[in-house]
């Protein structure tokens, strides 16, 4: 090859020449060409111990009923879980939502009690100081929070976040934030046609009963 060409395709070389050689034990290997920036993510799970992509964070409203995820961003670095959540909450101040008063997070979190003001809640051992009625509290909060699974598996499965065909660091994020956007759009599409079929269905009944009075 030319100088001109070795030039031209000096970077995908150097990282041809980094999969050849990288070795089993080795950090920061590189899993796929065309994304480069593609991690090998710990699940822990038996039927699946790892995950080949990026890592995505997000969070949703704590209510019963239908839950709005309020930020969602995907990580190109395999951060700690616990890292995580400061940027999520960044990106609720960015979207002008405000933020909770406090987060529930799983085991993962461990680590900040409080961030931007925002008290951080994991799962641990019950303190000698907490009230019978406190134990109840938290317990409701962190079943309440396994609530947020659900969205995952429907995020990857049916709002297409599960594989990401974008390309370049952005991406992956552009993919994040779609998804997390299309769900939204359906809970308000949800919620908008419970009340348009309310509507409907009170002007009808009314009709039926004016017209059985006369």
């Not at 020449?17 to 590189?30: P, R, Y």
């Not at 899993?31 to 890592?55: D, M, R, V, W």
């Amino acid at each position: 090859m030319s100088e001109e060409q070795l030039e031209k395709y000096a970077e995908i070389l150097n990282l041809c020449e980094m999969v050849v050689n990288q070795q089993k034990g080795d950090s920061n290997k590189i899993y796929s060409l065309h994304k480069p920036f593609t991690k090998c993510i710990a699940k822990g799970k038996a039927h699946k111990q790892y995950e080949f992509g990026n890592k995505v964070g997000l969070t949703a409203t704590g209510s019963r009923g239908r839950k709005i995820i309020t930020s969602i961003r995907a990580f190109v670095d395999n951060l700690y879980d616990g890292h995580t959540i400061e940027p999520l909450l960044s990106q609720m101040v960015s979207n002008n939502i405000s933020l909770p008063k406090e987060v529930v997070y799983d085991r993962g979190g461990k680590g900040a009690k409080q961030i931007m003001g925002v008290s951080i809640l994991t799962p641990d051992k019950a303190k000698a100081k907490d009230s019978a009625y406190t134990k109840r509290q938290k317990r409701k909060k962190f079943r309440s929070r396994a609530g947020i699974e659900p969205i995952i598996g429907h995020l990857k499965s049916d709002f297409r976040m599960a594989q990401n065909y974008l390309m370049g660091e952005q991406g992956i994020q552009i993919n994040a934030l779609l998804s997390a956007t299309a769900w939204n759009l359906k809970k308000w599409m949800e919620k908008f046609k419970e009340k348009f079929l309310w509507l409907f269905f009170r002007k009808v009944f009314a009709a039926d009963f004016y017209g059985f009075a006369a």
